[in-house]
């Protein structure tokens, strides 16, 4: 694929993700995707065939992401820091992956019980593992659970119509609540 291609296909996924938050997977056609790009289906079609094509490559995508995380953090040693720079690394990919994320709190039933939810759920166990201490216990896992937890929150502060957070301001929010939590783990 070239990269104007590359960018298509993010910008398919981009938008897909869009209306499933804001209209519900089910309520959203192939039509109304195409609608919105301003494209026909037919050059929808020529990068994906079906919605479930364009969602499953999106949180494929996602989970990539959270996996290269998952192996930066592995290659570590598990101190302080790392658990830091690892807890400022996923941050920055629930910036990066906003709608995605957003997508994934509203609509929760249907990715829960799919496959590629099983997956993100035993990824996120391995990111909770990496941000609790060696020798930490369900306290501390609690905490680095939490942790991560603040991080989705964030978007949902960004999604909130009632205040006019930004996404970095959300995002700072959130990191600087979740860094405490870990930092608990660690006095």
Do not use: C
Not at 4 to 28: H, K, M, N, P, S
Not at 46 to 75: C, P
Request: aromatic fraction near 6%; glycine fraction near 6%; charge should be negative.
């Amino acid at each position: 694929m070239t990269q104007v291609a590359g960018g298509t296909r993010a910008r398919i996924q981009e938008v897909a993700l869009e209306l499933f938050a804001e209209r519900g997977y089910d309520q959203t056609s192939l039509r109304e995707i195409a609608d919105r790009l301003g494209v026909t289906k037919a050059a929808l079609y020529y990068h994906f065939k079906t919605k479930e094509e364009i969602l499953a490559s999106t949180l494929e995508d996602y989970l990539s992401d959270v996996h290269a995380i998952i192996e930066w953090g592995r290659t570590q040693p598990n101190t302080t820091e790392t658990r830091n720079a690892l807890l400022l690394r996923y941050s920055a990919l629930v910036g990066r992956r906003l709608t995605a994320m957003r997508f994934m709190q509203q609509d929760q039933k249907g990715v829960q019980h799919s496959e590629i939810g099983e997956r993100f759920r035993s990824a996120m166990g391995e990111v909770n593992v990496l941000l609790t201490p060696p020798d930490g216990g369900l306290l501390e896992r609690t905490r680095a659970l939490s942790a991560v937890v603040t991080l989705h929150l964030g978007v949902v502060l960004v999604s909130d119509p009632q205040h006019t957070y930004d996404l970095d301001e959300a995002r700072e929010a959130a990191l600087k609540v979740a860094r405490e939590l870990l930092s608990a783990n660690d006095g």
